[in-house]
């Protein structure tokens, strides 16, 4: 019996425009994904039951819909794999949070099941397959810790950059919708930033990761889709100020959240404000919150 061990890293956006609504009801976006050290772990075993089977110590959704299990299914049906497969993931990444952590599963399952059955497909074939199950799912296919995303999110160019940076993380303990998120970024009823200023921003921090330039990418992150969610939850705009409080310049909501994040030179300075942050969220009474502490991939 063949079997495979994988982690399945978390990302955040340290950049996310939006440029409008496209016809097939998708926005057309610009982002700047970053790979980050919080991970899943996933077990993909080959079986002879015909089946494909997926675990998980968090909630799994009914096979058909969840994506691991049709990134499996996908593959076993474009290749003509008879044998069953036992994918076990052990969830680290919050669900629901922004971190992608379904679509690096599924990426992890194509990756996965190349190796395992010797397909030989090129990462040019995964990326294509990738596309199909999800908008972030081919970011986690490239080899580049950081990369530039366009059209739906899944056309993926990556950023060459040897820059380390330190994270914050911050689970409100709820989880947010991102169908519900997009669907109501009305760029009439919401001022989002306009297409020059997107292309600029994102042509210059581009420039900066290349030149590891931290001090510019720490005051330069952006995410069109935050004004949405602080005005849809409250919440939001709470632990984004308890975040300031504790020492982050700029918290920033990663894709359609809920996670918040700060970014911050050392470890150090990362372990002293998630000291705080903890005290200060021990204190208010809020017990369904979670911090982390993670770096560049």
Not at 38 to 59: A, H, M
Not at 196 to 211: G, H, M, S
Request: contains cysteine.
């Amino acid at each position: 019996m063949k079997s495979i061990f994988l982690k399945s890293p978390a990302k955040i956006n340290l950049y996310l425009g939006i440029l409008g609504k496209r016809k097939d009801s998708f926005h057309e976006i610009v982002t700047i994904f970053e790979k980050i050290s919080l991970s899943d772990e996933i077990k993909i075993i080959s079986t002879n039951s015909g089946r494909i089977i997926v675990k998980s110590n968090k909630f799994i959704c009914p096979p058909e819909k969840n994506i691991a299990f049709k990134a499996a299914n996908l593959i076993f049906s474009n290749y003509n794999i008879k044998s069953g497969l036992e994918i076990d993931i052990v969830k680290k990444i919050p669900i629901g949070s922004g971190l992608g952590g379904g679509s690096s599963n599924a990426a992890a399952v194509i990756c996965g099941l190349n190796k395992l059955y010797k397909l030989k497909l090129s990462q040019s074939e995964m990326l294509k397959l990738a596309a199909t199950l999800g908008s972030d799912v081919p970011f986690f296919i490239c080899n580049s810790t950081f990369a530039a995303g366009t059209g739906r999110g899944e056309k993926i160019e990556s950023i060459p950059s040897n820059i380390r940076l330190w994270h914050v993380l911050l689970f409100p303990g709820f989880s947010m919708s991102t169908k519900d998120i997009y669907s109501s970024c009305n760029i009439n009823k919401i001022p989002l930033k306009r297409l020059t200023a997107i292309n600029e921003d994102v042509k210059i921090l581009t420039l900066n990761l290349k030149n590891g330039n931290l001090a510019f990418v720490m005051k330069n992150l952006y995410n069109d889709l935050e004004k949405v969610a602080v005005k849809k939850y409250n919440k939001i705009a709470y632990f984004m100020r308890l975040l300031k409080k504790c020492g982050i310049e700029k918290p920033l909501l990663t894709g359609s959240g809920s996670v918040i994040f700060g970014t911050i030179k050392t470890r150090k300075e990362a372990t002293k404000v998630d000291n705080k942050l903890r005290e200060t969220l021990r204190d208010s009474g809020k017990r369904q919150w979670n911090t982390y502490i993670v770096h560049t991939l």
